[in-house]
């Protein structure tokens, strides 16, 4: 049942996307309808789909389409990893539609709603697939659905979205490009087929140097993240959403098990690689925190938030190096952090698009007196910054718990500092943003506490769902981390 | 040197040439030129190494309707002075592409000569695959859904394009009777050259992107010609543009609900259902790129 | 035989890299099209001569393709450029 | 080789000599002559006329050889059909491309189009016009 739902998870949102794109742009409630539909039988079916990965052999489901093995045909293959990423998209995805569906201004107008769908069959599709071509498909798909969708922010969002589509693109083509020279080696794109035929040499070096750069510009990874920045606060809420939430995990998932299978064949190449992984993404927790401390826009705050986020994830690259305990630790944790950031960024961002329409302004100081009179969505940034500074009882506890203990396991201390510095530095903008909506509306100025402007109860009660999922997952975290260690990789050793 | 290594020689030195004058070239219109050049370069560069199937792509979508996209964005444009990269910009980017090239030839040349283990596969399973030309067998089949997810990013790429231009379509504009009277005969050309191309898919290079291209060709035409039918915004246009896709997406529904498994084709019927894909798709690669081009060409015409 | 075809390949593409001067040059947009049209005629020559080098069929499909966009792109320029 | 054969080659390597002769004078137009209408009429008339020979050229190989082992469309019948085609597109897109490209250059009451310049903030040959400056790039 589960291996004839695989490729459904994929196919079905997209034909979906295919019918919603023709209905007339007038007729929003017809498309918000499709979509809610769609998102309810996706959930059902990612459902199934992670079921029968816990109870399958092995912990895995594999289909080969159009009946074709590797090297000629394409596998798609839901391990434990792919169903905690199953399992964040449903989530943040069911989250997002309903938000939409709600008040349509969330996502950008009626529009939304093809390429939304689109957007997450192709990551899906991204999740499972076992073949390097189809990867970069996905990843295509990904980019198309969600430059779009930046650009039906209002105002001026047309540059922000053609910035990260230039950055995108080049991202591909230089994963193309490693992909071109892994298959010149291996004579397949099979994945875990191409790990067995590759060699240490200048061939595979490049390949792994251009696909983390590649995929290091997609998920806005320092020094190359400076269209995420630009592109969150011109975005519709909704979509910023998705974009911290999904899309950059995209290209984070493909660089991984790209890593996974063909790192250790580098040998030493692939370890100065992942140092320098690690040093980018050590940078990246620095910079993105102290220039989130910096900012004045809610928006803005959370943005730099995710590069800050992303350096952790690029920390994993070099704490799996080891191998044995710690590659678990880290991978586990990892992944742990994956879905704990996802949830708590999309809580937070749809926090910011129900105060930003309730106020008409994203500008802390416009926020004033947001905690007398819209105390839940307040409630759900703040559980949800608890989450991402990896204080209990969240699951971002849980993850940055296991990457320090990563870290600790195999003596890679200097990792484990960037580690904690990045967790002050959330508490410290967290803290910032708080404080700026609990302040009373009369402190130092005269004027009026500015009266917000009504939102529908659904949509404010989305976020702190979605927060408190975070929580609430956290009790599951230790199961779950065994279960996805189970697909832990071997290190660099 | 034999007169076969001269051509080579002046075909790569072309080929960097022209690139370098497309990317060096302060003037944009002067730039986009170029790049058309360079379409027909790479056609010829495709030919020479032996990959037909690429050539007829180059000369269809890159030069021919890329071309056409890129121009009419930039002739409807005012003329702005083209930014000219600074001295230090050139020699940074010069210095770089030299490291990148010596770091690629040192890759490159690390390439193993044995042969792939595919095109043995596929000249191994082809019989019963629907299709005789293997490019076709490997976009279709073997590795179909590669295919259909490039003609979804094409169908969300139109998408997009349309959700941007908030006015509708506008009323043509007076067109000149010379090209009325050249529409008139390129129309059924373009369409008549589109069918030979899909139907030659399945035995020889050609099929549904190449076809897919000369029907846009045509409904451009058609565009310009003051006719605003399939190439508007219409509700017909757009589920043209999706019907390659759901089509697809049906054949592989239907493929997985009578127990074969998703996508997998039935040797006694493959021939039919890959040449029915095909065709859905090529049509809607067609009316899907017509759009893209339709949705730029108004969104440049709204004052704001 | 196949060297006269060669010397033929590589003075027809000698021809296109001359027009890629006029096209990039200008100085109006129609001389950069007029280049243009010429490197499709051009173009299409130097396919059809690889075609019969090669042995390749579906290289003169290539010259064909190239031929007839190669309007398409002149109908829609002078379209823009009439409009101003 | 019978003698058929080598007069059919000698005669194929003349008419592509000849081809390659227009074509280098239409591209010595397109860069030389001093304004768009001469240009049109260098590159319309020289280069049609050099793929009509190219294309002729071609034609007798291909009776004299033979459609060869992918003749497609049926031996040397399928080539010399296709290879006329090609010229046939070419005559009718050329033609109608100097009609649209010449139209403004037509003098007209009131109605003259000037060179669009664009601007460059300095010298350079974009901002020198030139007409009839030499090139730089020329076929042999």
């Known amino acids: 049942m589960s291996a004839l739902l695989l490729p459904a998870l994929v196919l079905g949102p997209l034909a979906a996307g295919a019918v919603a794109a023709v209905v007339p742009r007038e007729r929003g409630r017809v498309r918000a309808a499709v979509g809610l539909t769609t998102a309810a039988l996706t959930a059902l079916a990612c459902a199934v789909v992670v079921g029968g990965v816990a109870t399958a052999p092995g912990h895995e489901v594999r289909v080969a389409l159009a009946g074709w093995e590797p090297p000629l045909g394409i596998v798609l293959r839901a391990d434990a990893a792919s169903a905690a990423l199953l399992v964040l998209t449903t989530l943040v995805g069911v989250a997002v539609s309903v938000t939409v569906a709600v008040r349509d201004d969330a996502g950008g107008g009626p529009a939304f709603w093809p390429l939304w769908l689109g957007l997450w069959a192709a990551l899906h599709g991204v999740y499972v697939t076992q073949d390097l071509f189809n990867a970069y498909v996905l990843l295509e798909l990904v980019t198309v659905g969600a430059v779009s969708l930046v650009a039906l922010g209002k105002g001026r969002s047309a540059g922000p979205a053609l910035r990260y589509l230039f950055v995108a693109v080049v991202g591909s083509l230089l994963f193309l490009l490693a992909i071109a020279l892994v298959y010149a080696e291996a004579g397949t794109l099979d994945m875990s087929a191409a790990a067995g035929r590759v060699a240490p040499g200048p061939l595979l070096t490049a390949a792994l140097a251009l696909t983390l750069v590649g995929m290091g510009a997609k998920m806005a990874l320092f020094p190359l993240h400076s269209w995420l920045p630009v592109a969150h606060p011109a975005a519709p809420a909704a979509v910023s959403a998705v974009l911290s939430a999904l899309v950059v995990k995209a290209a984070l998932v493909v660089l991984w098990r790209f890593w996974v299978a063909l790192a250790p064949a580098a040998g030493g190449a692939a370890h100065v690689l992942a140092v320098a992984s690690g040093v980018a993404g050590s940078a990246a927790v620095l910079w993105g925190g102290l220039m989130a401390l910096r900012q004045r826009r809610l928006k803005r705050i959370v943005a730099y938030s995710t590069v800050t986020q992303v350096g952790y994830l690029a920390l994993v690259l070099p704490l799996m190096a080891p191998g044995g305990e710690a590659a678990r630790a880290a991978w586990s944790g990892g992944l742990l952090l994956v879905v704990a950031h996802g949830l708590a960024k999309a809580a937070m961002f749809l926090a910011a698009g129900v105060l930003t329409a309730a106020y008409g302004s994203d500008h802390l100081e416009d926020l004033r007196g947001a905690m007398r009179h819209r105390p839940w969505v307040v409630a759900a940034l703040g559980v949800a910054g608890v989450s991402l500074a990896g204080l209990p009882p969240t699951l971002g506890f849980a993850a940055k718990w296991q990457l320090l203990a990563a870290g600790v396991e195999s003596g890679q201390w200097w990792w484990v500092a960037a580690l904690l510095a990045g967790g002050l530095l959330t508490v410290g903008y967290t803290a910032v943003v708080l404080r700026a909506v609990s302040a009373p509306a009369d402190a130092g100025e005269q004027a009026p506490e500015p009266p917000p402007a009504a939102v529908p109860t659904v949509q404010a009660a989305v976020p702190l769902a979605l927060a408190v999922a975070a929580v609430v997952l956290s009790v599951l975290a230790g199961g779950l981390a065994g279960l996805v260690a189970d697909t832990a990789p071997r290190g660099l050793a | 040197m034999s007169p076969a290594s001269v051509l080579d020689v002046v075909l790569a030195a072309a080929v960097l040439a022209v690139a370098l004058v497309a990317v060096l070239l302060p003037s944009r219109r002067g730039a986009v030129s170029a790049f058309l050049v360079l379409g027909v370069v790479l056609a010829v560069l495709w030919a020479r190494l032996d990959a037909p199937d690429i050539a007829l792509a180059e000369a269809a979508l890159g030069s021919g309707v890329a071309g056409a996209l890129l121009m009419d964005t930039l002739t409807a444009d005012p003329a702005r002075p083209g930014r000219r990269a600074g001295r230090t910009a050139v020699v940074v980017g010069l210095l770089a592409g030299a490291v990148a090239l010596a770091a690629l030839t040192v890759v490159v040349r690390a390439v193993p000569d044995e042969p792939s283990l595919l095109p043995a596969a596929v000249a191994e399973e082809i019989h019963g695959a629907g299709a005789d030309h293997a490019v076709t067998a490997v976009l279709l089949n073997f590795r179909s859904l590669d295919t259909l997810l490039e003609a979804a990013v094409l169908v969300f790429a139109a998408a997009g394009a349309g959700a941007l231009v908030r006015t509708p379509v506008r009323a043509p504009d007076p067109v000149p009777a010379p090209v009325t009277a050249l529409a008139r005969v390129l129309l059924p050309a373009l369409v008549l050259l589109g069918t030979w191309l899909l139907l030659a898919g399945t035995s020889r290079p050609g099929g549904a992107f190449q076809a897919g291209a000369m029907f846009a060709g045509a409904l451009v035409v058609a565009f310009v010609a003051g006719a605003r039918f399939a190439a508007s915004q219409g509700t017909a246009a757009r589920a043209w543009t999706v019907a390659g896709v759901l089509a697809f997406v049906a054949l592989a529904a239907g493929t997985a609900m009578l127990g074969q498994g998703w996508l997998v084709l039935d040797p006694r019927w493959a021939g039919a259902a890959v040449l029915t894909v095909e065709t859905v798709l090529a049509v809607s690669i067609g009316v899907g790129l017509a759009q893209v081009f339709v949705a730029n060409s108004e969104a440049r015409r709204v004052p704001s | 035989m196949e060297i006269a075809l060669h010397a033929v390949a590589t003075v027809l593409l000698l021809c296109v890299l001359a027009g890629l001067w006029r096209a990039a040059r200008g100085p109006s947009t129609r001389d950069r099209v007029t280049a243009f049209a010429l490197l499709g005629t051009t173009g299409a020559a130097l396919l059809v001569v690889l075609a019969t080098l090669t042995q390749t069929a579906a290289l003169r499909d290539a010259a064909l393709v190239l031929v007839a966009l190669a309007t398409v792109v002149v109908v829609v320029v002078t379209r823009g450029t009439a409009e101003r | ?140």
Do not use: Q, Y
């Open chain 4, 1 to 140: 080789m019978t003698a058929v054969v080598a007069v059919a080659d000698v005669l194929a390597v003349l008419l592509l000599a000849a081809g390659c002769f227009f074509v280098v004078a239409g591209t010595l137009g397109l860069l030389r002559f001093a304004d768009l209408p001469t240009r049109l009429h260098g590159v319309a008339k020289a280069d049609n006329l050099g793929l009509g020979f190219i294309t002729a050229g071609l034609v007798v190989h291909a009776l004299a050889h033979g459609g060869g082992i992918a003749g497609g469309g049926g031996g040397a019948g399928g080539i010399v059909a296709k290879l006329v085609l090609v010229w046939l597109f070419a005559l009718l897109g050329t033609a109608a491309n100097s009609h649209l490209l010449a139209a403004p250059a037509r003098p007209e009451p009131g109605a003259e189009e000037k060179p669009e310049r664009e601007p460059g903030p300095g010298p350079g040959p974009e901002t020198t016009p030139e007409p009839e400056a030499p090139a730089t790039r020329e076929a042999p």
